[in-house]
C-alpha cells in the first residue's frame, strides 16, 4: 500500500471511529437522561405524596415547617436532574425550588391554594403549576387554549429571544404549562404570568401587578404581607412598607441567584442578580417619595402616562441587560458535565436509579 493510500485509510478510519463515539455518546446522553427524568418524577409523587397524606395531618405552623425540610431539600436538589438542559433546569428550579417551596411554605400556615385541594392530583398541580383552586368554574365554559393566546404568548417571548434565548423559552414554556394544565382539568385556574405590561406607569406597578405574577403573589403572601405587619407597630406604615418592600426584592434576588445557581451547575454566584432586585426596591422607595414631593409639594400634575410608561420600561430593560442578561449569556450552553456540587447530586441519583430500577 503505497502513503498516500495508508494516509486515507488512517483518515477514514479515524473518521469511523469518531462517528462511533458520536452514536455512543448520544445514546448514553439519551438513556441518562431518561434515568434522570425517571429519579424526577419518583421524587416529585413521593415528596407531594408525603404533603398530603401526613403533613397536612400535623398541627399547623413550626410542626409542619419541620416536617416539610426533606422535601424542602428534594426541591432543591430536582433541577440536577436534567445535567445536559439549561432550559428544564431553569424551569423546575421556578417552579419547584421557588414557587412549590413557598406554596408548600404558605401551606404549613393554612395559607395559600393547597389547602382548598381535595384529591391527590389537584394537590401536585397545584404545587407544581402555575395553577389554583377556581371557585367559581363553571362547566359550561369551554377551556381552550385559544389561537389569540398562543400569539399572545409568542408576542411576550419574541423580544427577551433577542437578549436571551433560554429566558424567553422559559417564559413561554410557563404560560404554556399553566394552560395545559388548565384543558386537563378545568376546575383550576392559570395564575396569569403577564398583565399588559403596556400599562407599567411606575415600578411598583410593573413589578408588583405586570410582571410575573406568580411571583408578586407568591413572595406578597410569604414576605411582603407579614414583615409589613410586623414592622407597622414598631416602624409606622410609610417605613414598614417600605422595609417589607426592599426585604421582598432582597428574597427575590436571592431565589434568581439560586435559579442561576442550577442553571450553572453550582457555579459560585456572581450576585449581580440580588444587586439589580436590591437596587429595583431602592428606586421604588425612591420613586413613591418623588411623586409625592411632585404632586403635594410642588403641586404639579402627575406625568403623562406615555411618559411614565417610556420611562419605566425603559430603566428596567437598562437595568435587566446590566445585571440580568449578561450573567445568563455567560452561562448559555454550559453543561452540567464535571461541574462541581450539581454534578455529584446527577451521579448519585442515576446510581440509586441503576440499583432499584
Not at 400556615?109 to 371557585?135: E, T, W
Amino acid at each position: 500500500m503505497s502513503i498516500r493510500g495508508k494516509q486515507r485509510f488512517k483518515k477514514s478510519s479515524f473518521s469511523h471511529i469518531m462517528e462511533v463515539d458520536q452514536a455512543l455518546s448520544s445514546c448514553h446522553s439519551s438513556s441518562s437522561l431518561s434515568s434522570s427524568s425517571l429519579v424526577f418524577l419518583i421524587l416529585l409523587s413521593i415528596s407531594y405524596g408525603y404533603c398530603y397524606v401526613f403533613v397536612r395531618k400535623l398541627k399547623r405552623g413550626f410542626p409542619r415547617v419541620v416536617a416539610l425540610f426533606p422535601v424542602f431539600y428534594t426541591l432543591f436538589v430536582v433541577p440536577w436532574c436534567f445535567p445536559t438542559s439549561i432550559l428544564l433546569r431553569a424551569l423546575t428550579s421556578f417552579f419547584l425550588s421557588w414557587i412549590s417551596s413557598f406554596k408548600l411554605l404558605l401551606f404549613c400556615f393554612d395559607r395559600g391554594d393547597l389547602i382548598l385541594c381535595n384529591s391527590y392530583v389537584d394537590f401536585v398541580a397545584v404545587a407544581a403549576l402555575p395553577l389554583k383552586i377556581n371557585a367559581k368554574s363553571s362547566p359550561s365554559k369551554t377551556q381552550t387554549l385559544k389561537v389569540e393566546t398562543v400569539l399572545k404568548m409568542l408576542l411576550i417571548s419574541m423580544p427577551f429571544s433577542v437578549i436571551s434565548f433560554h429566558y424567553a423559552m422559559l417564559i413561554f414554556f410557563a404560560i404554556l404549562l399553566g394552560y395545559w394544565g388548565r384543558i386537563v382539568m378545568p376546575h383550576l385556574e392559570v395564575v396569569p404570568i403577564f398583565n399588559q405590561l403596556h400599562r407599567s406607569t411606575s415600578l411598583q406597578v410593573f413589578w408588583g401587578k405586570r410582571w410575573n405574577r406568580i411571583s408578586s403573589d407568591i413572595l406578597r403572601g410569604t414576605i411582603y404581607e407579614p414583615t409589613r405587619e410586623s414592622l407597622e407597630r414598631f416602624l409606622g406604615v410609610k417605613l414598614g412598607k417600605a422595609v417589607a418592600l426592599i426585604a421582598t426584592l432582597v428574597v427575590s434576588g436571592i431565589m434568581h441567584e439560586i435559579m442561576f445557581y442550577h442553571m450553572t451547575c453550582g457555579m459560585k454566584p456572581t450576585w449581580e442578580v440580588t444587586q439589580f432586585f436590591v437596587l429595583q426596591a431602592v428606586c421604588m422607595v425612591l420613586e413613591v417619595a418623588i411623586k409625592g414631593f411632585w404632586t403635594r409639594i410642588l403641586c404639579q400634575p402627575p406625568l403623562h402616562p406615555i411618559v411614565s410608561v417610556s420611562l419605566t420600561i425603559s430603566f428596567v430593560l437598562v437595568m435587566s441587560y446590566w445585571l440580568l442578561v449578561l450573567p445568563v449569556w455567560r452561562i448559555t450552553g454550559r453543561g452540567c458535565e464535571g461541574q462541581g456540587y450539581g454534578m455529584r447530586v446527577v451521579e448519585s441519583l442515576l446510581r440509586v436509579s441503576e440499583r432499584y430500577m
